[in-house]
């Protein structure tokens, strides 16, 4: 381009010499346009320069952000390679604890197997064992239940002893209701008709009788004696003859012996304490017999022997009336025995059945021999 402009203008300097003399000066206007000419390629090759260096800069720079672009997505390919690596890493290790799970798990698959195998023995031989044993526990229970019965019913009918009649037979109740054998819950329904015809006897509180007469024997140091006994038989003798009467006193015949037997205060009071011991005796054998003559024989000891009009003897003569009517010895209920004969029954049907059972057991097996 300097070559261009340094050879152009040669021609402009021929023509723009002066002219010669002699010549018009019509060349003017041409040697403008060429120079406007000059001026605009000058600009446009300006413009061409500035379009290229602007297309260079501009594609220097989509390849330096390309390049930058080209790094980042090698740093984040390389980064999921690491991470893509470790997580078959993992996965192999994972897998390879499955594999060893696997292999545990049928282990303790196979052991489970083995512990149901002897589970099922085991339970086969606790079956066995409790066959065994129900047939004698049931044994057992039976014989408990059938003394108990047999001891309440002699209970009740040597001694009346209602209540303790009624304990042997729950015991029993109880004792039949371990028996897994349904046939025998008809005897704990007569135990239970038993026990009710025994509550419904109106028998004495022997508890409550006791009581009273201890609480008789207690009061007997503090009965009176008679009247008579204080001074003579006579009250207009003499003071002198009552003097000498409380010494000596003469009496004829067997009189004589009544009246000294009568009036030994000390002596009717210990056979008054016999009475009443001898009525607890008879409370605790259930003898309404002995009972009654012995509150008998303390009421007539406290009417002859003692100051009837005394208020202990009142009191002590009360309460032995109160005592008299009590019902020691109730007659026994039609229930009673009832149950134990029905044990009785069955269990002797159950004895003649078990050996046919054992017979008709034992046939097949020799068949198969």
Do not use: C
Request: no cysteine; proline share 5%.
């Amino acid at each position: 381009m300097q070559d261009m402009t340094e050879t152009e203008p040669r021609p402009e300097s021929a023509e723009s010499a002066p002219p010669p003399p002699g010549e018009p000066a019509a060349a003017t206007p041409e040697r403008r346009f060429s120079t406007l000419v000059g001026l605009i390629g000058a600009m446009g090759v300006v413009v061409i320069i500035g379009l290229i260096w602007q297309s260079w800069s501009t594609s220097e720079g989509e390849q330096r952000a390309a390049q930058d672009e080209h790094e980042q997505l090698a740093t984040r390919v390389e980064a999921l390679a690491r991470t893509s690596e470790q997580t078959h890493r993992d996965a192999d290790g994972l897998r390879a604890r499955l594999d060893d799970a696997a292999k545990v798990n049928q282990s303790l698959r196979e052991q489970l197997l083995g512990l149901g195998e002897r589970a099922r023995l085991v339970e086969d031989a606790v079956a066995n064992l409790a066959d065994k044993h129900l047939s004698g526990h049931d044994a057992m229970m039976l014989n408990e239940a059938e003394t108990l019965l047999a001891l309440g019913a002699e209970r009740y009918t040597l001694f009346r002893d209602a209540q303790a009649t009624i304990d042997a037979y729950r015991l029993a109740d109880t004792a039949l209701a371990s028996v897994d054998d349904a046939a025998f819950s008809t005897v704990r329904q007569s135990i239970s008709g038993e026990i009710e015809a025994l509550a419904a006897l109106r028998g004495a509180d022997t508890a409550a009788a006791l009581a009273a007469l201890a609480a008789l024997r207690g009061t007997a140091a503090q009965l009176p004696p008679p009247a008579r006994e204080l001074g003579t038989d006579d009250p207009g003798a003499s003071r002198w003859a009552r003097l000498l009467g409380q010494f000596v006193r003469i009496r004829r015949g067997d009189a004589a012996a009544a009246v000294m037997q009568r009036h030994d205060i000390a002596l009717a009071r210990q056979l008054y304490m016999l009475d009443l011991r001898d009525a607890e005796a008879a409370v605790l054998a259930r003898d309404e017999a002995r009972f009654h003559a012995a509150l008998d024989d303390a009421q007539t000891l406290l009417r002859n022997d003692f100051d009837a009009g005394a208020a202990p003897v009142a009191a002590a003569r009360s309460a032995i009336e109160k005592l008299a009517p009590a019902a020691l010895a109730p007659a026994p209920p039609a229930e009673l025995g009832l149950a134990l004969k029905e044990l009785r029954n069955l269990r002797a049907t159950h004895a003649l059945h078990q050996p046919a059972q054992g017979a008709a057991a034992v046939t097949p097996a020799e068949g198969g021999k």
